[in-house]
C-alpha cells in the first residue's frame, strides 16, 4: 500500500508569510507525529496525534506553530509569520497504533526554506 | 531528558568493508531503540527496531545490537556497496512519560567509495 506522503516536498516563503505543510499518513494508522531537521540536527519532536485523544503539543517551538488532524487522516501543520530559524525539513510518521512496539512510518518530508 | 549520540559524525570507507556505526543513549529505560536510514531529499527508511528485551535485529547484511543497560547499540554492516551511501540515524523510544516519541542522534553520514 501507500506510504506516508507530505505535500509540497518544497516550499520557499518570504519572513512573515503563513505556511500550510500537510501529511497524509498511512490509512488506518490511528498515529500520526511531526517531526523537524534543521541543518546539522537531529530530528525534533513537534507535535503528536492518537485518534481522538487531545493531541501533545509539547514539541511546538512557538504559538506561531499549530496543527490539526481530521480524525484519523489527513494532517496539515501551520506556521504563522515564518521566521528565516524556521527553515528546516519537516517530517511527518504515523503508526498503526499506540503501543511500545509499533515502528513509525516516514514520510519524505516537507524542505521550507524563508528568506 | 533523554540525549542520544552518534559517532563518527561521518565516515568514508573503500567499497567491500566491514563497518561499525555507534550510537549511544543517556537514559536507559527504553522501550525500543531504531535504526533508519535517510538518503538526500528522502525521508527516513525504518532498518532494523530492537526491543528492549533484544540484544541484537539482523536484516540481510545488517546487524544491530542493543546493550541497554550502558546505553549503547551498534550497526555492523558487512561488505559495503556504494548503494549503502546515506545518512544513518538511532533513535530511541523512552518507557516513561511521553513514550510515544522518538529521540535521535544527529546521524552518522557514511560514503562508501567504489
Known amino acids: 500500500g501507500a506510504g506516508v506522503s507530505q505535500s509540497p516536498s518544497n516550499k520557499v516563503t518570504e519572513k512573515g508569510k503563513d505556511v500550510e505543510l500537510r501529511c497524509d499518513p498511512i490509512?488506518?494508522?490511528?498515529?500520526l507525529y511531526w517531526y523537524r531537521q534543521r541543518l546539522g540536527q537531529g530530528l525534533e519532536f513537534l507535535i503528536y496525534f492518537q485518534g481522538n485523544s487531545a493531541p501533545d503539543k509539547s514539541g511546538l517551538p512557538s504559538d506561531r506553530f499549530s496543527a490539526e488532524r481530521t480524525g484519523e487522516s489527513v494532517s496539515t501543520l501551520t506556521i504563522q509569520r515564518t521566521q528565516q530559524e524556521d527553515s528546516a525539513v519537516y517530517l511527518c510518521?504515523?503508526?498503526?497504533?499506540?503501543?511500545?512496539?509499533?515502528?513509525?512510518?516516514f514520510g519524505p518530508g516537507t524542505r521550507l526554506t524563508v528568506l | 531528558k533523554q540525549e542520544v549520540t552518534q559517532i563518527p559524525a561521518a565516515l568514508s570507507v573503500p567499497e567491500g568493508e566491514n563497518l561499525v556505526l555507534n550510537c549511544s543513549f543517556t537514559d536507559s529505560a527504553i522501550y525500543n531503540l531504531q535504526w533508519f536510514r535517510q538518503d538526500p531529499g528522502k525521508g527516513l527508511t525504518s532498518l532494523l527496531l530492537?526491543?528492549?528485551?533484544?540484544r541484537e535485529q539482523t536484516s540481510g547484511r545488517l546487524n544491530a545490537s542493543l546493550d541497554k543497560s550502558s546505553g549503547r547499540s551498534t550497526l555492523y554492516i558487512a561488505a559495503s556497496q556504494p548503494g549503502d551511501s546515506a545518512t544513518y540515524l538511532c533513535a530511541v523510544r523512552d518507557s516513561g512519560g511521553s513514550n510515544y516519541k522518538l529521540t535521535f542522534g544527529k546521524g552518522t553520514l557514511l560514503t562508501v567509495n567504489p
Open positions: 490509512s488506518g494508522h490511528t498515529a
Open positions: 530492537i526491543q528492549s528485551s533484544q
Open positions: 510518521a504515523s503508526s498503526p497504533f499506540e503501543g511500545s512496539y509499533n515502528e513509525q512510518f
